[in-house]
């Protein structure tokens, strides 16, 4: 046993005197599955600097001391959304002035300069509802860029958006899927998942997929063989209890599956939503409830799910490196021309070096990965 563990004994002794969450601490530590009841008390008793190193813990004996990243390109084909969510800074209606739809040759132009001039190993891909924009279009931008860049790896189109697509053109999700993945789709990024709860998706969505029909969209993605991203949408109107059942359905399928490659949490950001123009919200959630929120993601999917990405986008550089200290092993990546964070007022800016300082800054060894965990390069 480390000081490090010692410390955190001792820690977790003194705690026993005043509370009865060390024995939820001390399963996690054990490497024991929590249930929802423990999930529930992790948000609502823990001091949140022991649970901070709880997580830390556990961080450091599943992924070492290793913080990954992607160089990953994003591509945001259009604005244009069938959708008008109220969490959405970024839909446009047709018709709007700065509408927009990019065309094969724009994506693959793009595609070229992400991949030579800015070293991306991966082009995420993703927009809006389009309601007019059949099959055939997101085929095309798929061999387009993989006849051009073979090695490249797509990860396109979130669950909600291929439900979306399966609707409108009369397919089944799997024939979606299966058409897509013949084109060249690789991966599917995370998205639309927000909180899977039924009351508090109807008043922060609207005109998307359930939850459930998000799970099992996925579900069908992993049976085909593509890996996926999971994420949740925190820090607008749920309660912790939204958060640990969406966290523990996302563990369940994994277990089923095993199609995740990490679980994303991402902080809600309110500028330019509807959310924020009703003063349905007023703040975006404080920076401690973000790293509880993390922090309890690593407890409740340990051993299941095992990275734990810090979307420094919507958390901030700063926070995000407090977040790696809170359970996180992952920054998710460049995210290089990222445009629906950015509509609500992030700044979305970033590059390997700087990636590579902030994750040295807090003494930790960064390692860009590809899409599917492998690492390509240490930076020692
Ligand atoms: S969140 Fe997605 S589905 Fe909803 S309005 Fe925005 S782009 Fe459309």
Redo the contacts with the bound molecule.
């Keep these: 046993m480390n000081i490090y563990n010692i410390k955190i004994n001792l820690h977790l002794k003194m705690l026993s005197q005043i509370s009865d969450i060390s024995d939820v601490l001390d399963k996690a530590l054990s490497g024991q599955e929590l249930s929802y009841h423990d999930g529930i008390k992790l948000f609502e008793e823990t001091d949140m600097f022991l649970l901070g190193a709880v997580a830390d813990q556990i961080r450091k004996k599943l992924n070492g001391n290793l913080i990954t990243f992607v160089s990953s390109y994003y591509l945001n084909y259009t604005?244009i959304?069938?959708?008008?969510?109220p969490?959405?800074?970024?839909?446009r209606k047709e018709g709007d002035s700065d509408s927009y739809v990019l065309s094969t040759e724009q994506i693959v132009s793009r595609t070229n300069i992400a991949i030579k001039e800015m070293g991306a190993t991966e082009i995420h891909i993703?927009?809006?509802?389009h309601p007019r924009l059949g099959l055939d279009y997101y085929e095309k931008i798929m061999m387009a860029i993989k006849k051009e860049f073979p090695n490249v790896v797509i990860k396109a189109l979130?669950p909600?958006?291929i439900f979306?697509i399966s609707k409108l053109t009369k397919n089944s999700v799997k024939e979606v899927l299966s058409r897509l993945k013949d084109a060249g789709l690789d991966s599917l990024p995370g998205?639309?998942a927000?909180i899977f709860d039924n009351e508090i998706r109807d008043v922060i969505?609207?005109?998307?997929c359930s939850g459930d029909e998000w799970l099992e969209t996925v579900r069908q993605a992993h049976e085909i063989g593509l890996k996926s991203n999971a994420t949740m949408l925190f820090g607008h109107i749920e309660k912790p209890k939204h958060i640990v059942d969406h966290i523990l359905k996302i563990r369940e399928l994994q277990k089923r599956t095993k199609g995740f490659t990490t679980f994303i949490p991402l902080k809600f950001s309110l500028e330019n939503t509807e959310l924020e123009k009703k003063h349905l919200i007023k703040n975006e959630s404080p920076s401690v409830y973000d790293l509880r929120v993390i922090a309890v993601s690593r407890l409740l999917l340990s051993g299941v799910l095992n990275n734990i990405s810090v979307y420094w986008v919507a958390l901030g550089k700063k926070l995000a490196q407090i977040a790696l200290k809170y359970g996180g092993n992952d920054m998710v990546g460049t995210a290089f021309s990222e445009e629906?964070f950015k509509a609500a007022g992030k700044n979305t800016g970033t590059s390997v070096e700087e990636l590579v300082n902030l994750i040295k800054e807090i003494r930790m060894e960064p390692a860009q990965r590809d899409t599917f965990f492998n690492i390509i390069k240490k930076f020692g």
């Design positions: 604005n959304c069938a959708a008008s969510c969490l959405c800074a970024f839909y993703v927009g809006g509802f979130t909600a958006e979306f998205g639309g927000e969505v609207r005109g998307k629906i």
